[in-house]
């Protein structure tokens, strides 16, 4: 089974619900962390990581917090996992990297890689956070304080 890192997994949960509040907003890690369900320290890390990636504001002060530092239909899910995890690929030898396989020389499969994780990479950069936030079953998307939005 393919699967993500939890890391990567709750980065995408915190930036989905900053995605549920209004453009401008901001949330401390400890609000984050209660909404999220994610441990505080994990959440505070993760928003350190997603802030040196851009993806993310830092505002300090007795006001301040984090916000997005982009419209959610603007960020993709790629670029959550790799400003979390890095480079996106199944296998050391899919990402590029020189030498991140031990049997990089002898290996049969060397190069098969890289298109299977460039079709990976593509689906997820076609996924934007916004496409994450809850639906109601009418095809609504749920914002928080009972505003909802028409899904695109």
């Not at 040196?52 to 006001?63: E, I, K, Q």
């Not at 790799?82 to 049997?103: F, H, Q, S, V």
């Not at 009972?146 to 899904?151: K, S």
Request: overall charge positive; charged content about 20%.
């Amino acid at each position: 089974m393919i699967r993500m890192t939890k890391l990567a997994d709750y980065g995408i949960v915190i930036l989905t619900h900053m995605s549920m509040e209004r453009q401008g907003s901001l949330h401390t890690a400890h609000d984050l962390a209660a909404r999220s369900r994610v441990p505080v320290p994990t959440a505070s890390k993760l928003l350190k990581s997603l802030t040196r990636a851009g993806l993310v504001l830092s505002h300090r002060g007795r006001h301040g917090g984090y916000g997005l530092a982009r419209d959610p239909d603007t960020i993709s899910v790629a670029e959550i996992i790799a400003a979390i995890e890095g480079p996106i690929g199944l296998t050391e030898c899919g990402t590029g990297t020189e030498g991140a396989c031990d049997m990089e020389s002898f290996c049969a499969a060397k190069g098969r890689w890289a298109p299977i994780n460039q079709a990976i990479e593509r689906a997820l950069q076609d996924v934007p956070l916004s496409a994450m936030r809850p639906q109601t079953p009418t095809g609504q998307m749920v914002r928080l304080g009972g505003i909802a939005e028409v899904a695109p």
